[in-house]
T-cell receptor
């Protein structure tokens, strides 16, 4: 069965600092992986997705993620945090043989200090 | 131009009541979903429809009944509401999603309906 684990339910960084949000997956087949962001009182918005075309995936708002099969990881990074990046971030894996069903990680809340 | 819209945004009701949440998408997608987000922000799929056909039906109490009159609409009706039903319910849509196999088309989410059962 496929699953996703996000390490750290809360991450706090200073404005301008590196953002690193960790995601590890479990899948017996090559996975499709996603990062979504949720701002307060809003729905989820796609940041980026991995579909095996390239291991380094660039997304919106300066975020990127690297797929590492050997480590079963898909960590999200941004070189310089901005106050507007404060939100909840979810890593998700597409479930094989079940269409558009996504399994989400438990989420990581990112706080950005001035 | 709201892509996926849900109504109502907030729903406060008493135990035992029946309520409905409506969802509409104007993206031309053929697959729609209901996800539930609990108080700890954990997201779990409930249902998905592809071209009005039920594709995914997770282990959800049968008090929850989805209905898709056409591929642009997916409603959720809940009977005999319980305290544990309090959550945020998200509607989403995507193109494709009704096929077997791995799937990489992203989901587009509505802004959610916060249901509070007292």
């Amino acid at each position: 069965a496929q699953s996703v684990t996000q390490l750290g339910s809360h991450v706090s960084v200073s404005e301008g600092a590196l953002v690193l949000l960790r995601c590890n997956y479990s899948s017996s087949v090559p996975p499709y992986l996603f990062w979504y962001v949720q701002y307060p009182n809003q729905g989820l918005q796609l940041l980026l997705k991995y579909t095996s075309a390239a291991t380094l995936v660039k997304g919106i708002n300066g975020f990127e993620a690297e797929f590492k099969k050997s480590e079963t990881s898909f960590h999200l990074t941004k070189p310089s945090a901005h106050m507007s990046d404060a939100a909840e971030y979810f890593c998700a894996v597409s479930v094989n043989n079940q269409g558009g069903k996504l399994i989400f990680g438990q989420g990581t809340e990112l706080s950005v200090k001035p | 131009d709201t892509a996926v819209s849900q109504t109502p945004k907030y729903l406060v009701t008493q135990m035992g009541n029946d309520k409905s949440i409506k969802c509409e998408q104007n993206l031309g997608h053929d697959t729609m979903y209901w996800y539930k987000q609990d108080s700890k922000k954990f997201l779990k799929i409930m249902f998905s429809y592809n071209n009005k056909e039920l594709i995914i039906n997770e282990t959800v109490p049968n008090r929850f009944s989805p209905k898709s009159p056409d591929k642009a609409h997916l409603n959720l009706h809940i009977n005999s509401l319980e305290l544990g039903d309090s959550a945020v319910y998200f509607c989403a849509s995507s193109q494709g999603g009704g096929d077997r196999g791995g799937y990489n088309s992203p989901l587009h989410f509505g802004n959610g309906t916060r249901l509070t059962v007292t």
